[in-house]
Every structure is written in structure tokens, then in C-alpha cells.
């Protein structure tokens, strides 16, 4: 992605590389369910509930953007901590309506290492 965003141009590779992907998805949800009727059913859910596809723009955006710019290893280190985090984050106040886990010394230090191996790639 941030090779052809360099090439088109950052939202035009975002806007193209997502259209590429409704196209497959539905042909699949064809395919498998040979029917659309889930989406009619994803359109009467919350909202708040489609953040996922607005999340999904987001990852890519940022790895089309960072990409070129501090290397693919470094981009794909930093996207899994901060999910990995935001994932931490979810667990402890039992948002989205999970159930609460508590931050153990476990998943803490294994946020830390990730985090730190996340920082020490961005160094070339």
C-alpha cells in the first residue's frame, strides 16, 4: 500500500484498494451465503458498531502513509502494539460490552516488550 499510494497518491490508493475490497467481499458473502441479506441486517445494527469499517480505513490510511516513511517492519510493529494496547485498554473497562479483565503483571509486561520492540524498529 505505501509503495502504490507513493504512485497514485495516499487516498486515491485508500479509496481504490477499499473499493477492490467491497467487491471481493460482497462476490464472497455471494458465494458463501448466496444471499446479501446480512447487509441489510449489518444496516439496522448500532451505529456505533460499523466502527469497525472506520477502523479498518484508518490501518490502512496509516499503513499507505507510514509505510514509505519509517519502513514496513517498524509500521506493522507499531499497528500491532497500538492494537494490542487499545485491545488492553478494552479488556480492563469492559468496553463494547466485553466482560473486564483486569491488567495482570503478565499482559502489562508483555504491552512494555511489544511496545519497546515497536520503538527499537523505527531505528534503521
Do not use: C, K, N
Not at 507510514?66 to 478494552?90: K, N, S
Amino acid at each position: 500500500m505505501g509503495r502504490f499510494g507513493e504512485r497514485i497518491g495516499v487516498f486515491e490508493a485508500l479509496a481504490f484498494a477499499s473499493a477492490v475490497q467491497a467487491l471481493l467481499t460482497f462476490a464472497m458473502v455471494l458465494a458463501v451465503r448466496q444471499s446479501v441479506s446480512g447487509y441489510v441486517d449489518a444496516a439496522r445494527q448500532p451505529p456505533w458498531l460499523w466502527l469497525g469499517g472506520v477502523m479498518g480505513a484508518f490501518i490502512v490510511l496509516t499503513i499507505t502513509i507510514a509505510t514509505p516513511r519509517i519502513g514496513t517492519a517498524a509500521t506493522i510493529g507499531l499497528l500491532i502494539a497500538g492494537q494490542l494496547a487499545m485491545g488492553v485498554v478494552i479488556d480492563r473497562f469492559g468496553l463494547f460490552g466485553f466482560e473486564r479483565i483486569a491488567i495482570s503483571w503478565p499482559r502489562a509486561f508483555g504491552l512494555v516488550l511489544l511496545g519497546t520492540g515497536a520503538a527499537l524498529s523505527l531505528h534503521r
